[in-house]
């Protein structure tokens, strides 16, 4: 539902994407509450097996479970402003709410060099949870949440505000709240935890060419040892090889995603029929399937 939404070209549709969101997530902690409190005049009620919201909502629910006194994302944004922030956090404090220095920690920018990503949509992922490099195929989360940023698009009653030192915060004067982070984060961050535990997440994009899949591959292969980084030119060939093979059957993102490990073997096998290294391409790609593809 959501993220024909989100990656939508079109401003109007991605921000009603971000605010049904919002609201799916309210009305989700509704549900929660309603169903936490039945379990508590009733211990053995259905609440303790999920209820009806199903186990895999309540305990993707259960974290942000009303700190502060107040519900979801409020609670949250209470909860850090109760805590001494540390401005190295990058899940507490919004990139753009970091000093300027500190906007992109280092570990950020060394993964979006080795990635070839945008610094931006690395350090908005690590803020919202989402394994840059693990996890490519859940980057139009953190995308969305860049693009609300760029736009200066805030949920209803949120204001971005600046203090007289310099310092980005947000601010719900309706609800007496502020926060360094960035209020689409909670519902956002929440769509990932649902999409990760049904299986969703994989590190390839919809959008890769051929190329960019073979190129993933190799850095794999390189990285469990199965091939010689001490060669660039060795490797750069083989990926080079790989991306024309990929080409001739039209292995990209797009179907990669639509692939299971039997329906991969066949066309890896077809695709590489007579390459020696067959075994240990499966064994790699097999683990860039999303998990709801591999049983």
Known sequence: ?????????????????????????????????????????????????????????????????????????????????????????????????RDAEVRHSAEAQALAAQLSLSVDTVSYARHIGVDAADERSLLWVAEALEWAVSNGLNPPSWQMKRAPEGTIFYENEQLGFRCHDNPHSSALSCLVRLLRVDGYAAPFDLAWTPAQVAQEVVRRLTAKGLADASHPQRLAERQRALAARFAEVDLCGAKLATLDARSLEVELRAALEGDAKQDDLLAVMLTMLPRVARS
């Open 1 to 97: 539902l959501f993220e024909p939404l989100l990656r939508h070209g079109d401003q109007d549709v991605r921000l009603a994407g971000l605010e049904l969101l919002q609201k799916a997530k309210e009305t989700l902690e509704g549900l929660w509450q309603s169903e936490d409190g039945a379990a508590d005049a009733a211990p053995n009620s259905r609440r303790s097996s999920g209820g009806a919201l199903g186990k895999t909502v309540s305990d993707f629910l259960a974290p942000a479970k009303f700190a502060g006194g107040a519900p979801g994302l409020l609670g949250l944004a209470a909860e850090a402003e109760e805590e001494e922030e540390d401005v190295h956090d990058e899940t507490i404090i919004a990139p753009e709410c």
